[in-house]
């Protein structure tokens, strides 16, 4: 779904977009069929998610009323190559996960069926929003044998993005506006700037986006890095994580920056059961502090970004301090009357769509909305538009995915223990940053094919590893780590 402040499909690209973004679909494609010729389905799949990355998220054009961007136009090309290649393979016993993206989708469908009235144009949105990338996700990786195939393209997408971000924050040239045209202003001025430097965006539409994008990346460095360093892969790989987290930093977004350590924490928990305990008292003491002292967790966050201060929206007619930090918490306040009347079902894409939204606030808040014009967290904007059952099911979705990695990072015997970890840690982290932004394209694409990736692998270690994993644990050293 469009971000719910801008009109829907209010920016396409010029003449010079529209050709580059043809050109870029053609080309990709066109390469998408040459990997399947040359290294099979799977890969061919893995190649035109990960390199699509690498498109201007800016750039669509509309099919049957719905925005299609080079991300879901190559990506859907490539899963009609899928279904047709002689070596295709989909293993289809599904798994809990596959059951909580069906119910997303579901609910998306009868939400809007029943709101809206039942449209052909609603199936082909859920397909795209949710459905698309999940499966090419599933298809891609079946195996670790997969993800080792498909490593290579998702490196040199993830070093170039990271690269092309520190250039632009440092030079302050963003390359995909040079070739494409300027990107919609969306909240962030382009040449907004923190700690000294320019905040970039990249080919997504936010720094915030770039920078989360880059962090859900972020584990399959790390997994190149750990194949190089057995000499299964370049030597370069080696770099590959640092040149990430640079990348994260040089977006100039405190979320993604902060769920870095997040990452490396939950990662760390899971595969070095000899600090688990000490890592656990300084989670609680954290998570502890945090609760005790909010307003010095605020002013941190105020005085680390240099915000602006002195600024009041009224809240239930008092006047209360505003800034994009505390936008977090007024969006609980104002919305609360209309979180209380979502129901089930919530008030459907249409109502949630745009700006103002059409959902029920009270009356004293007409006047604030015209100042806090972005919803920043996915987990009200989810309930907002699909009800609990729509946030019931998304909040599973993220759930499963890290239990499920989680799952594989700490059975014995298996392989790929710390590229399962790290994924557990960067979709956790991914789940704290959604309470300060929305859930957009330019990284929700990444996420849903991460989720269909998990429960891809997930499906096939559940047969190999669960039936033994008991008897196993008792027999293995606690400290035998596999790359």
């Not at 609603?122 to 459905?131: K, S």
């Not at 994008?213 to 584990?219: E, I, N, Q, T, V």
């Not at 924490?265 to 005790?292: E, F, H, N, S």
Request: charge should be positive; aromatic fraction near 10%.
């Amino acid at each position: 779904n469009e971000r719910n402040t801008r009109r829907k499909n209010s920016s396409h690209a010029d003449s010079k977009g529209c050709i580059m973004l043809d050109a870029a679909i053609v080309l990709l494609t066109g390469l998408t069929l040459w990997t399947a010729w040359k290294r099979g389905p799977n890969a061919a799949v893995g190649f035109a998610a990960a390199t699509s990355l690498l498109g201007p998220v800016w750039l669509s054009r509309e099919i049957f009323g719905q925005p299609i961007d080079i991300r879901l136009a190559v990506v859907g090309a490539a899963l009609v190559m899928y279904c047709v290649h002689r070596r295709s393979v989909f293993r289809a016993r599904p798994i809990a996960l596959d059951y909580a993206m069906m119910a997303l989708v579901g609910v998306h469908l009868l939400s809007d069926w029943t709101i809206s009235g039942f449209s052909f144009g609603v199936i082909v949105r859920a397909y795209g929003e949710w459905g698309l990338m999940y499966l090419a996700g599933r298809v891609t990786v079946q195996s670790l044998e997969d993800a080792r195939d498909v490593l290579p393209f998702v490196v040199v997408s993830a070093s170039a993005l990271a690269a092309l971000a520190m250039i632009e924050s440092v030079a302050g040239i963003n390359l995909f506006e040079t070739l494409v045209g300027a990107r919609p202003v969306d909240g962030t001025p382009r040449d907004a700037m923190r700690w000294g430097l320019k905040r970039a965006f990249g080919p997504t539409r936010h720094p915030i986006y770039l920078g989360t994008l880059l962090l859900l990346l972020l584990p399959w460095l790390v997994y190149a890095a750990s194949r190089a360093r057995r000499k299964a892969g370049p030597g370069w790989w080696v770099l590959t994580p640092v040149l990430g987290v640079a990348g994260i930093l040089a977006s100039g977004s405190r979320a993604p920056i902060v769920a870095v350590p997040v990452l490396f924490y939950v990662a760390a928990l899971l595969r070095l059961p000899q600090w688990r305990k000490p890592l656990i008292g300084v989670g609680c003491v954290a998570v502890l502090l945090t609760a005790l002292m909010p307003s010095l967790v605020l002013e941190g966050l105020h005085q680390w970004s240099g915000e602006k201060r002195g600024a009041t929206v009224k809240v239930d007619g008092n006047d209360r301090e505003f800034t994009a930090t505390l936008n977090r918490i007024r969006i609980l306040e104002i919305y609360r009357p209309a979180m209380n009347r979502a129901g089930l079902l919530g008030f459907g894409t249409e109502a949630t769509t745009g700006f103002p939204l059409n959902v029920p606030v009270g009356p004293q808040h007409i006047g604030t909305l015209k100042k806090i014009r972005f919803i920043d967290n996915a987990f009200v904007l989810i309930l907002l538009r699909f009800g609990w059952l729509g946030l019931a099911a998304f909040t599973t979705v993220g759930v499963l995915v890290v239990v499920n990695q989680a799952k594989m990072a700490v059975a014995p015997r298996a392989q790929g223990r710390l590229f399962a970890a790290t994924l557990a840690g960067a979709t956790a982290a991914l789940m704290l940053i959604l309470m300060t932004v929305w859930l957009p394209k330019d990284f929700c694409v990444l996420f849903l094919w991460t989720a269909g990736a998990t429960a891809g692998r997930y499906s096939r270690f559940e047969q190999k590893f669960q039936p033994s994993l008991v008897k196993a644990q008792r027999d293995d050293p606690p400290m035998r780590a596999a790359a």
